[in-house]
């Protein structure tokens, strides 16, 4: 095995797989998406990986084949999810052609025949059309060779502050091996305390609508809020959404918890001792979805950022509406990083290696293992 283990996103996204892998070893080398804003935040944030700006039913292999500096040993795909989401009224009959689209994850697959593969969506997916999905998806896997199992993960479990359920496809050659992450954050003995909405983003400068603040006023007020803000000097991203005064009074005037519209019962105002519900992108609409703790306002792109785990080095492009579509679609750092690290202990053990699960000891200490330099 290479020295560095390389990794190949399809449908990259905003890079929440690729830095996650980035922390547990492997070096991102390169990301496809069709959304320019999301393949723009890829590449300013993974400069040494190559981009494809495209739909990927228009790349052929060899067109990927062409950009690659390595072979990739693992290739993930956070397959696009709405056709398969709660809130797609058509997600119980097939005119979504996104929900298809892991075909093409499957097609590359066989090709590059990597040892690992991962693909991500919603925890819905494994009930969409009465596991139809779910059994082609873990067949598909199977006929290209693959050890495959599927297992629907907690973000909050591993570190981020936010409840977000998600089902993972893992699939490694029979010659490899795999075992799923153990739950790091959480009630059970030996387990560290859930991260809140304040331990996120409680040090973040207060914000007036419409207003950016560029610099931090307060010292981190948590070991997640320090390890997100590494040796940031200065803040982007912060610039809180454009609010008319009713809504203002409205957000104002609701308690924590509860919600802010008597239509929307999901979009609340949020918490702070608890974690964040599920992010949502919100569309291309120039709307907020939940509103912050303390203040009268949505969040910012960054206070998103914070929730999803990415760290405040890592830049959003294309402004506070695509910002926010980025960071409600992307697979939060830390979940991937989770992944990423029993993969890795696989590849380190090596083709045949131990067929017994390791001991493996739960990490008590919050994020110990993330590299200081990845996130200065």
């Not at 690290?341 to 493996?360: F, N, Y």
């Amino acid at each position: 095995m290479p020295e560095v283990p390389s990794h190949l996103d399809l449908f990259c996204g905003p890079g929440g797989f690729a830095l996650g892998f980035e922390w547990a070893g492997f070096k991102p080398i390169l990301g496809l998406d069709i959304h320019p804003p999301s393949v723009a935040t890829y590449e300013r944030n993974h400069p040494d990986a190559a981009t494809i700006l495209s739909d990927i039913r228009k790349v052929s292999n060899s067109d990927l084949e062409r950009k690659l500096r390595a072979a990739p040993l693992v290739i993930t795909a956070g397959v696009p999810c709405e056709g398969f989401s709660m809130s797609n009224r058509n997600r119980n009959r097939f005119v979504d052609e996104r929900v298809f689209l892991f075909v093409e994850f499957l097609r590359v697959v066989e090709y590059f025949e990597p040892p690992y593969i991962v693909l991500e969506n919603v925890s819905a997916l494994t009930r969409h059309s009465n596991g139809f999905f779910k059994n082609e998806i873990e067949g598909g896997m199977r006929a290209l060779g693959y050890q495959v199992e599927a297992k629907v993960l907690n973000a909050v479990d591993y570190g981020v502050p936010q409840r977000r359920r998600r089902v993972f496809f893992v699939g490694w050659k029979p010659e490899w091996s795999f075992f799923w992450p153990e739950a790091q954050h959480g009630s059970s003995k030996g387990q560290a305390p859930l991260v809140t909405v304040w331990d996120a983003i409680g040090d973040l400068p207060p914000l007036d609508s419409d207003q950016e603040v560029e610099r931090y006023s307060a010292p981190p007020t948590s070991t997640y809020s320090a390890l997100m803000r590494g040796d940031c000097r200065f803040l982007t991203n912060h610039r809180a959404p454009k609010h008319p005064p009713d809504t203002i009074a409205m957000i104002g005037t609701t308690v924590p918890g509860e919600p802010m519209y008597p239509k929307f019962k999901q979009r609340i105002r949020l918490r702070a001792d608890m974690p964040c519900p599920t992010l949502v992108s919100g569309g291309i609409r120039p709307q907020f979805h939940y509103g912050h703790p303390t203040q009268p306002r949505g969040l910012s792109v960054r206070e998103r950022a914070r929730i999803q785990s990415f760290p405040d080095r890592y830049f959003f492009e294309g402004g506070v509406v695509q910002g926010r579509v980025q960071t409600g679609d992307a697979v939060p750092p830390l979940m991937s990083k989770a992944i990423a690290q029993k993969i890795r202990e696989g590849l380190d053990r090596g083709p045949s290696g131990r067929s017994a699960e390791p001991e493996t000891a739960v990490q008590t200490e919050l994020f110990v293992s993330i590299p200081p330099a990845v996130v200065g």
